[in-house]
């Protein structure tokens, strides 16, 4: 294993020291580890986590216009409820608080477990849950669809109906319309090596690839012999574009009856005559010019089915560490998940003007 | 090799289909080969270009306060005059033509013919060498040192004064001062893959790095054993703040003489009680985590020699395909040169509010 790290057991701890030093604007605290904006707004505090290594998510999407905290675990490990508690008391400002948690089994449970802390104190409280993958259903780590690209798309909308001033609920619903309106899948050429574990989490044959892979490296539909970009893109933009009413059974925290409530939640229908944000991530390792190479065959596809991409998003931003791959998230937008995404933002992993 | 490409004839053509879809307020011409902003500004047009595989730069810097143009060439190989004359006419609108060029030789010989091109034509041009690599004074590819990580901190710089109305004269000044001012050194983990070679440009052992590294994968200082990320720190950020007073005699083209002139040009130090930007940039897979625990490092040497860091820019901005490792470069910055860093930017690959 080769990496620029020094001890494996202080990876996270010294990547924090580095980004408190590089980003003044940020208060990162080192115990219990969470990232914060270092000056709090009159505004919903939107606050997320997860593992460590899928950087810049979620602690470089905390700044103007996006995230108010964030909350790191060790690397592919889910933070800890005392982080996502600690990190909702440094932020919060009386309009309440927005966990945003991507459908991984450890963090859903760490992020409720937060919900009732934060709650038992009088706090304003709401959980949203991300659930993109149209991979698989259920996984090693998730019951129900795993969170990926879509976090992103979701933190910058919501975190820009925070700024302007949207209170909790119309924040949690736009969160929510988000998840019901955004799918993606992924695909690996490459393994990545926690430093932990000091050897790739699986590995690939010289002329392997592995469609649907998570963000931790989980397995997904197949593993497949190499193909071109366009073969690849096309196997990820068809069985997105195939994903339909995908239903699911979610916990959210009800306010009012101070307890959690099941709903039954709908995919929204991605069809010909809609309009879309595309969104192509690299896993990490993979250049930003062959996302270029997906980008072209992306647009091909959704122009050819009537669907128009009207903003895109290319690059590293929810990533696996230094797996080659890539994922695409399609999210169908009205004008107001447009106004949102098109707001300005200023984080250290994402800048819009 | 595992690439997300189709035709290897065909990488460096799809990938700038895929960046014309998704940019469409820049013009990405095919034949030849350029990226320009879709409207000029009535401005000093800055031009710059190189071998593809360095993305986002060049192409990615082309928009409101950076590039007007670029020109890319095939992967790792330099760009042809006729690409670099048609962008500048594209581009050009009565101000003039400033050429930024990473010093290597089939770079330099091509700008220069097509400076001489543009010049013809009665169009003002200046060109300016990037030379900024501490590691190697000659070169496979070059006379004297590489141009690398220092150029992303020029284009900032300079298309901000150009964007702000300097004349030809004063950015081309402006260039060659962040030129005298800025370092940089880079070390590798892994190789990185040309498409068209289809086989790793070099091979590292399980143990080995390179110190050293251009970002066209060329040899270095050492070949090391494998080090910590401080011990690598320690090792690039002493040699930049070593490097004294470096002599070249390079060539720039005189309006006046309508000829070459030949220029002996001294480095300025960088001494304690300097503030500089500090850029920590991955050569392309190497994961933005570990650049934070570089940049940790970092400031710890620069603090204890009496230097400020007072910008910072860290991320894959000049990369080398997929290669793991990374470069520092440090830019002796005054008030004139902070006030640019500063200003606004909207590029595909660098955006500032």
């Given at each position: 294993?080769?990496k620029?790290?020094?001890?494996?057991?202080?990876v996270v701890?010294?990547?924090?020291q580095?980004?408190a030093?590089?980003?003044?604007?940020?208060?990162?605290?080192?115990d219990?580890h969470?990232?914060c904006?270092a000056?709090t707004?009159?505004?919903?505090?939107v606050v997320s986590?997860g593992?460590?290594?899928?950087?810049?998510m979620?602690?470089?999407f905390?700044?103007?216009?996006?995230l108010?905290?964030?909350?790191?675990?060790e690397?592919?490990?889910?933070p800890t409820?005392d982080?996502?508690y600690?990190?909702?008391?440094a932020v919060?400002?009386?309009?309440?608080v927005?966990?945003l948690?991507k459908?991984y089994?450890?963090d859903?449970?760490?992020?409720e477990?937060a919900?009732?802390?934060?709650?038992?104190?009088?706090?304003?409280?709401?959980?949203?849950?991300?659930?993109?993958?149209v991979a698989?259903?259920?996984?090693l780590y998730?019951?129900?669809?795993?969170g990926?690209?879509?976090t992103v798309?979701?933190?910058?909308i919501v975190g820009?109906a925070?700024?302007?001033?949207?209170?909790?609920?119309?924040?949690?619903?736009?969160a929510?319309k988000?998840?019901?309106?955004?799918?993606?899948?992924?695909?690996?050429?490459t393994?990545?090596?926690?430093?932990?574990?000091g050897k790739?989490?699986f590995e690939?044959g010289?002329?392997?690839?592995e469609?649907?892979?998570?963000?931790h490296?989980?397995?997904?539909?197949?593993?497949?012999?190499m193909?071109?970009?366009?073969?690849?893109?096309?196997?990820?933009?068809?069985?997105?574009?195939?994903d339909k009413g995908?239903?699911?059974?979610?916990?959210?925290?009800d306010r009012?009856?101070?307890d959690?409530?099941?709903?039954?939640l709908?995919?929204?229908?991605?069809n010909?005559?809609d309009?879309?944000i595309?969104?192509v991530?690299?896993?990490?390792?993979t250049p930003?010019?062959?996302l270029?190479?997906?980008?072209r065959?992306?647009?091909?596809i959704?122009?050819?089915?009537?669907?128009?991409?009207?903003r895109?998003?290319i690059?590293?931003?929810?990533t696996?560490?230094?797996m080659?791959g890539c994922?695409?998230?399609l999210?169908k937008?009205?004008e107001e998940?447009?106004?949102y995404?098109?707001?300005p933002?200023?984080?250290?992993?994402?800048v819009a003007?």
């Amino acid at each position: 294993m080769k990496k620029l790290i020094n001890d494996v057991d202080n990876v996270v701890v010294e990547q924090l020291q580095g980004m408190a030093l590089a980003h003044p604007e940020l208060k990162v605290n080192i115990d219990p580890h969470y990232i914060c904006r270092a000056v709090t707004g009159d505004k919903v505090a939107v606050v997320s986590g997860g593992g460590s290594g899928h950087e810049p998510m979620h602690g470089g999407f905390v700044g103007y216009g996006m995230l108010d905290g964030a909350c790191p675990g060790e690397v592919f490990t889910s933070p800890t409820p005392d982080q996502m508690y600690e990190c909702a008391k440094a932020v919060e400002n009386g309009k309440g608080v927005l966990f945003l948690v991507k459908n991984y089994t450890g963090d859903v449970m760490n992020f409720e477990t937060a919900a009732e802390l934060v709650a038992a104190e009088g706090i304003a409280v709401q959980s949203i849950l991300v659930d993109d993958d149209v991979a698989v259903k259920d996984s090693l780590y998730t019951a129900g669809r795993r969170g990926v690209g879509l976090t992103v798309l979701m933190e910058k909308i919501v975190g820009a109906a925070a700024e302007a001033g949207c209170d909790l609920d119309t924040c949690a619903d736009l969160a929510r319309k988000v998840n019901l309106n955004g799918r993606s899948l992924g695909m690996a050429l490459t393994s990545c090596t926690v430093p932990a574990a000091g050897k790739p989490t699986f590995e690939l044959g010289e002329q392997e690839i592995e469609i649907g892979i998570g963000i931790h490296g989980e397995p997904g539909i197949e593993r497949a012999t190499m193909k071109s970009v366009d073969e690849i893109t096309e196997i990820l933009t068809t069985r997105i574009l195939a994903d339909k009413g995908y239903t699911r059974t979610i916990r959210e925290w009800d306010r009012v009856a101070n307890d959690w409530v099941e709903k039954e939640l709908v995919d929204e229908d991605l069809n010909s005559g809609d309009q879309v944000i595309a969104f192509v991530n690299s896993m990490g390792g993979t250049p930003l010019s062959e996302l270029y190479a997906v980008y072209r065959k992306l647009d091909e596809i959704c122009t050819a089915k009537g669907i128009t991409i009207v903003r895109n998003l290319i690059g590293p931003y929810i990533t696996s560490l230094e797996m080659q791959g890539c994922s695409i998230t399609l999210l169908k937008v009205d004008e107001e998940l447009l106004k949102y995404w098109d707001a300005p933002a200023q984080t250290p992993g994402f800048v819009a003007r």
